[in-house]
């Protein structure tokens, strides 16, 4: 080395020496925040956090949530995650004003699916009065009509089964939850002129929705071209349909109709845009949780037999004083068969994660006792996948057990309003909650009714590569008609 290289080596190590000691008399001078941050998780830096998170967060959480406890933090890029496990802590979740913790900056890869002007593409004040319109679609009055067509529909579709066969009850039901809600939601004019057009877009509007959607939404990949494509032909359908019915002046019960008449405090009418978003929002938001849970429970109730015989005898008790009648009132007198919905959304909740900005610094405190402060800019989590397995809460919380939930026992009461989030909960609990329940009813009770069945595939998994988690593969089974009498 000669004479300058030495120089230009020893001013490098100088400089070099002097940036370590101003970090570290930084370090001892700069004032304490006096935050009590959550924990870490700890993982490489960079992508180490996306990595554990993309193989799966429910490992993740489950892992943490035993080193860690009920509060953590985990680094993903740039994004930092706050994980709240815990009812004590979903509390502060759900129940936390918009102001602190909000929805619309963590689900803003909805909007090519749901579109412009709608749900998370406004302020949170028109997101308010876009979700009165949703509850006044899901009043008792419209639930009533809502439970007619369900009806009518499960009929149709199962008369047109054989006397015995081998069907995949996973498709079969999702068949007809989207017919339903085809019926229901959409209008006659697509279930009755228009349903393989518009199932086939909203295909592509589903499949447009992947993992990688999350975080780049616009990115143009084949699936997003295919989802930008439908949701344009959609919207042309529905424009089509919305003028021709106000052309006409003739009013239908569904809830097309009620988004149609719907207007904003200010006298302002919706749009043709903003119909078809909310439309896309209604059937994305119900379709995937009752065919999935429909399936789950059908799979749950055929491999553990005594559930699958004490809904059958309900059904009997239920025929005993209704008749053969099905209807809304009808329908909400079927304990038994809610408690075995209800128990197979608990283990199998579609949405294994609900997520929030923060807004402001604030404190929770864990069940042990501990105070952590969650700053400003963080996203905060939950996940009802986790949440409803606790064992301080439910006994063997793996274990299918309807009878949890019955008078005497209670268990998504044990500790309080959040012992249970698989439909969220607080200020944005799910509005269709009743409308999946008397959906699914309304099916099992028809099936209940007239088929034997015995599962012949293996007992099936979580699809954990799905955006909504549902269930991964055939439900096979063997049926045969037979009428249910309150005298067999």
Same mark, same amino acid.
């Given at each position: 080395?000669?004479?300058?290289?030495?120089?230009?080596?020893?001013?490098?190590?100088?400089?070099?020496?002097?940036?370590?000691?101003?970090?570290?008399?930084?370090?001892?001078?700069?004032?304490?925040?006096?935050?009590?941050?959550?924990?870490?998780?700890?993982?490489?830096?960079?992508?180490?956090?996306?990595?554990?998170?993309?193989?799966?967060?429910?490992?993740?959480?489950?892992?943490?949530?035993?080193?860690?406890?009920?509060?953590?933090?985990?680094?993903?890029?740039?994004?930092?995650?706050?994980?709240?496990?815990?009812?004590?802590?979903?509390?502060?979740?759900?129940?936390?004003?918009?102001?602190?913790?909000?929805?619309?900056?963590?689900?803003?890869?909805?909007?090519?699916?749901?579109?412009?002007?709608?749900?998370?593409?406004?302020?949170?004040?028109?997101?308010?009065?876009?979700?009165?319109?949703?509850?006044?679609?899901?009043?008792?009055?419209?639930?009533?009509?809502?439970?007619?067509?369900?009806?009518?529909?499960?009929?149709?579709?199962?008369?047109?089964?054989?006397?015995?066969?081998?069907?995949?009850?996973?498709?079969?039901?999702?068949?007809?939850?989207?017919?339903?809600?085809?019926?229901?939601?959409?209008?006659?004019?697509?279930?009755?002129?228009?349903?393989?057009?518009?199932?086939?877009?909203?295909?592509?509007?589903?499949?447009?929705?992947?993992?990688?959607?999350?975080?780049?939404?616009?990115?143009?990949?084949?699936?997003?071209?295919?989802?930008?494509?439908?949701?344009?032909?959609?919207?042309?359908?529905?424009?089509?349909?919305?003028?021709?019915?106000?052309?006409? /002046?003739?009013?239908?019960?569904?809830?097309?109709?009620?988004?149609?008449?719907?207007?904003?405090?200010? /006298?302002?009418?919706?749009?043709? /845009?903003?119909?078809?978003?909310?439309?896309?929002?209604?059937?994305?938001?119900?379709?995937?949780?009752?065919?999935?849970?429909?399936?789950?429970?059908?799979?749950?109730?055929?491999?553990?037999?005594?559930?699958?015989?004490?809904?059958?005898?309900?059904?009997?008790?239920?025929?005993?004083?209704?008749?053969?009648?099905?209807?809304?009132?009808?329908?909400?007198?079927?304990?038994?068969?809610?408690?075995?919905?209800?128990?197979?959304?608990?283990?199998?909740?579609?949405?294994?994660?609900?997520?929030?900005?923060?807004?402001?610094?604030?404190?929770?405190?864990?069940?042990?006792?501990?105070?952590?402060?969650?700053?400003?800019?963080?996203?905060?989590?939950?996940?009802?996948?986790?949440?409803?397995?606790?064992?301080?809460?439910?006994?063997?919380?793996?274990?299918?057990?309807?009878?949890?939930?019955?008078?005497?026992?209670?268990?998504?009461?044990?500790?309080?309003?959040?012992?249970?989030?698989?439909?969220?909960? /607080?200020?944005?609990?799910?509005?269709?909650?009743?409308?999946?329940?008397?959906?699914?009813?309304?099916?099992?009770?028809?099936?209940?009714?007239?088929?034997?069945?015995?599962?012949?595939?293996?007992?099936?998994?979580?699809?954990?590569?799905?955006?909504?988690?549902?269930?991964?593969?055939?439900?096979?089974?063997?049926?045969?008609?037979?009428?249910?009498?309150?005298?067999?």
């Amino acid at each position: 080395m000669d004479l300058a290289e030495h120089k230009l080596f020893a001013a490098g190590l100088l400089f070099a020496a002097t940036l370590v000691l101003a970090r570290l008399v930084a370090s001892v001078l700069a004032p304490r925040s006096g935050k009590r941050l959550p924990p870490t998780v700890s993982a490489p830096p960079v992508v180490g956090g996306l990595l554990r998170f993309m193989r799966g967060p429910i490992p993740m959480i489950r892992e943490e949530y035993a080193k860690l406890g009920g509060v953590f933090t985990l680094n993903i890029l740039n994004r930092k995650i706050t994980f709240f496990i815990g009812p004590e802590l979903s509390g502060h979740f759900f129940k936390a004003p918009e102001a602190q913790l909000s929805q619309q900056e963590v689900y803003q890869f909805n909007v090519p699916t749901f579109g412009p002007g709608v749900v998370f593409d406004v302020d949170y004040s028109v997101r308010q009065e876009q979700f009165r319109f949703f509850t006044e679609a899901l009043r008792v009055t419209k639930l009533r009509s809502y439970v007619d067509q369900m009806v009518v529909e499960a009929e149709d579709y199962f008369s047109k089964w054989g006397d015995s066969g081998t069907v995949d009850l996973k498709y079969e039901l999702e068949h007809l939850i989207i017919l339903t809600a085809s019926r229901c939601l959409l209008g006659r004019e697509v279930r009755d002129k228009l349903f393989d057009d518009v199932s086939a877009l909203f295909h592509d509007l589903d499949n447009g929705m992947r993992p990688i959607s999350v975080i780049f939404p616009y990115l143009p990949i084949p699936a997003h071209r295919r989802r930008d494509r439908a949701r344009a032909r959609i919207a042309k359908i529905f424009s089509t349909i919305i003028r021709s019915r106000k052309s006409s /002046g003739k009013s239908d019960d569904d809830m097309l109709q009620c988004f149609i008449d719907s207007k904003y405090k200010d /006298g302002r009418s919706t749009t043709e /845009g903003e119909i078809t978003g909310l439309l896309i929002a209604a059937l994305f938001a119900g379709q995937h949780t009752s065919s999935i849970t429909s399936t789950w429970t059908g799979a749950y109730m055929l491999r553990h037999k005594q559930y699958f015989a004490a809904a059958i005898e309900e059904q009997k008790e239920i025929m005993a004083r209704h008749g053969n009648r099905l209807d809304h009132d009808i329908l909400s007198e079927m304990d038994v068969l809610y408690r075995c919905i209800k128990e197979a959304l608990r283990l199998h909740p579609p949405l294994i994660m609900l997520l929030r900005y923060s807004h402001d610094d604030f404190t929770v405190t864990t069940k042990e006792g501990k105070e952590y402060d969650i700053p400003k800019g963080h996203i905060v989590a939950t996940s009802p996948a986790f949440a409803n397995r606790l064992p301080h809460i439910y006994k063997d919380p793996d274990t299918y057990d309807p009878d949890r939930f019955a008078a005497g026992r209670e268990e998504d009461k044990a500790a309080g309003a959040f012992s249970y989030i698989s439909f969220g909960g /607080g200020r944005h609990g799910c509005l269709g909650e009743p409308f999946a329940y008397l959906q699914i009813k309304a099916i099992w009770s028809h099936l209940l009714r007239n088929f034997e069945f015995e599962l012949i595939s293996p007992f099936p998994e979580n699809n954990w590569n799905a955006m909504v988690v549902g269930v991964k593969g055939e439900v096979m089974v063997r049926y045969k008609r037979r009428k249910l009498s309150v005298d067999n």
